[in-house]
């Protein structure tokens, strides 16, 4: 028996956002034969849940980027303290950026914010190089399951929410490299990206490779027995945490440097691939 984690967005997802018939075979498969499948992402519980709900999959689920762990019940949330959280709010408001709050209740964003975001992307939806980034962002952002707006962040109740994750996107790369740098500054907190154009920051203790351990000791799999496939940063602790890590064709020559093999690209079904591969008999 294996414990295989599967992160989402560009690993699982095509790059339209959909799960491939094969994809679904595939996992459906290795649990027939026993393996244990988890989904492994930085999107939000309620989200996965949504997702993997429609497909007819049922899996244990790593949300948050292993803040969140889910099988039939909550059975670990590493949380953001209130005092810390709202110290790292006051960094975010600095830099003037699009944020979201991942709670147990859902995904929050505030209007202001939100204008932010919608006037960067207005500011570059013509630009030949940018444009069709543009378009992928808004479709990612408005697809989220259980994103709930308020007027303002200050009429959030956090000693009602268990709040897991602080996540902002934007296309200034130049403002998130700045972030990134302050918030580095601090050492508690963890911080990690979903992609060059994201920073997202959990409790100190939070990665998808921490995770992924928790969950092998949970259902006492051997480390050894364990498999990780992703394409992404916040894939590579959990690369180092596996027995196996398997980097898709389209992550970057960094990521895939981290990992033991390499398979077809999201397009391409490369985790049916890496499955039929390395794991099916």
Do not use: W
Not at 45 to 66: F, Y
Request: glycine share 4%.
């Amino acid at each position: 028996m294996k414990l295989i984690a599967i992160d989402m967005d560009g690993t699982l997802f095509s790059n339209n956002h959909t799960i491939s018939e094969n994809n679904c075979h595939a996992i459906l498969k290795a649990q027939r034969q026993g393996h244990i499948v988890t989904f492994c992402s930085g999107r939000a519980l309620h989200d996965i849940q949504e997702i993997i709900k429609k497909i007819n999959l049922e899996a244990p689920i790593i949300a948050g980027n292993g803040a969140v762990v889910f099988h039939n019940k909550i059975l670990q949330t590493l949380t953001i303290p209130v005092h810390i959280l709202k110290k790292i709010m006051d960094i975010f408001n600095d830099f003037q950026l699009y944020y979201e709050i991942y709670t147990n209740k859902g995904i929050f964003i505030d209007k202001t914010r939100k204008e932010y975001l919608y006037a960067e992307l207005n500011r570059l939806k013509d630009d030949p190089v940018f444009g069709p980034m543009v378009e992928q962002m808004v479709q990612v952002q408005n697809d989220q399951n259980h994103l709930l707006t308020v007027s303002d962040f200050s009429e959030l109740n956090f000693s009602m929410l268990d709040p897991y994750k602080m996540y902002t996107v934007s296309l200034d790369e130049k403002k998130l490299n700045h972030l990134q740098q302050r918030l580095s500054e601090r050492d508690d907190i963890s911080i990690t990206n979903g992609s060059h154009l994201t920073v997202e920051v959990g409790n100190k203790q939070v990665s998808k490779g921490n995770a992924l351990l928790f969950l092998a000791n949970y259902f006492q799999i051997p480390q050894a027995d364990t498999v990780a496939i992703g394409d992404n940063l916040n894939d590579l602790s959990m690369f180092k945490a596996a027995g196996t890590s398997i980097a898709m064709g389209n992550a970057t020559d960094f990521v895939k440097s981290h990992a033991n093999f390499e398979t077809k690209t999201n397009d391409d079904d490369g985790v049916a691939y890496a499955l039929e591969k390395f794991v099916l008999s």
